[in-house]
């Protein structure tokens, strides 16, 4: 839940609907500017409701009886109101209205679903990730408003049919005029992300039964990017009297000999150099992205570059050991030095990791398993991703079984 919010409950008569002077009363939930009403199904005489008290005056038997009623009702809506927050759980007044009616399960809606995943998430997955996630769940959102024409829908259609149409949706949706359609591993993303919302629901029992079952991912398998040895040497040959293409070959150049990412070479202070097993200089950081511990033993032309800005007008006033720029200039500058370098591949800066995994360790028989703890990946199959691109290694590993088998 959020740290506060605004609730509220209010007891109302439709006056202009009355017949005989009897009108229906309805109970109002507000919370956080969202409201739904209730058909309590009670009428009372309009000359005897008190707006302001939110009761019926007099102290007949009919408005005892109708005024403990109402009390009960505000008791039931308050304590429902609680429950939620005690279960930690994504609100609305609509979950409200379906508790009390009974109809709690058939009419939890997928905009609970998205507050409810982006509360407890938000202290489990990095900024980055939640702002992915907020991007797809707002794809899913404008799904929602074209195919069902209402800005919400219960959870219960979610069905294999809403996965197939969102799909649908995700391949023919062209974000801004003059942009190509969304790619297959693109829209694969925000699908991946609505099943592990669908997933939580179904693990919650919110749904009966997970849509996913029958749907298969379709991830077309591409080759990582990373540079090759001669271009690798060709962007750390590069001169440049431009200070700010200097300092982002230095830093490209820093994580293709770590296998830092660009997010974690900026936090980086001179705590986390440390005197590694060997009693040499190592790298020890958190990845920001995951969480996950990495140890990296510090190369010389690493070294040099933490030694060359350790006294530089960009770090000298902080305790980080290299300069920090924003990632959107980074990769832009990133394309002059390609440019420079005569390097026809879309340069990135992530380029850099997947160079020190192929070109820099791999490439150099450095084990996959080595190289898995190096990156800080979770997974070995994760690494065994750039295995099958470098084409060095295999060979050189074919020509040491020839000479074996003969």
Partial sequence: MRASSTFSILFWVYAKRAINNKANIYVRITLDGQRVNISLKRKVDITSWDEKLQRATG????????????????TKIQ?????????????????????????????LSFQGLIIYYNEKMQHKLHRNTMAQ???????????I????????????????SFIVGF???????????????????TAMKHIKRLRRMVTLAYRMEWIDRDPFVNFKMKIEKKERGFLTMTELQAVED???AIERLVVV???????????????????LTNKNIVSGIDGNPWIMATRTKTGTPFKIPLLPKAGHLIGKYSEHVRTCDTDHLLPKLSNQKLNSYLKEIADLCGIKKNLTFHMARHTFATTVTLSNGVPIETVSKLLGHTKLS????????????VSDDMTLLKSKIG
Avoid: H, W
């Fill in 59 to 74: 102290r007949g038997k009919d408005a005892r009886i109708l005024n403990q009623y109402l009390n009960e009702v505000q």
């Fill in 133 to 143: 996630y907020k991007t797809s769940q707002r794809y899913m959102s404008e799904f």
């Fill in 238 to 240: 590069l001169t440049s």
């Fill in 145 to 160: 408003s074209m195919e069902f024409n209402m800005n919400d829908i219960p959870l219960a259609k979610l069905k294999y």
């Fill in 382 to 393: 994760t690494t065994q991703i750039y295995a099958r691109v470098v084409e060095r290694k």
């Fill in 79 to 107: 304590r429902i109101y609680e429950q939620f927050k005690s279960e930690d759980r994504g609100l609305n007044p609509q979950m409200i209205k379906a508790r009390f009616l009974g109809e709690d399960k058939n009419n």
């Fill in 167 to 185: 799909e649908s949706f995700l391949r023919s949706y062209i974000p801004r005029s003059g942009q190509a359609k969304m790619g297959n591993n």
């Fill in 249 to 267: 070959r230095d830093l490209f150049v820093f994580s293709c000999y770590t296998g830092i990412s660009y997010s974690d070479i900026i936090e």
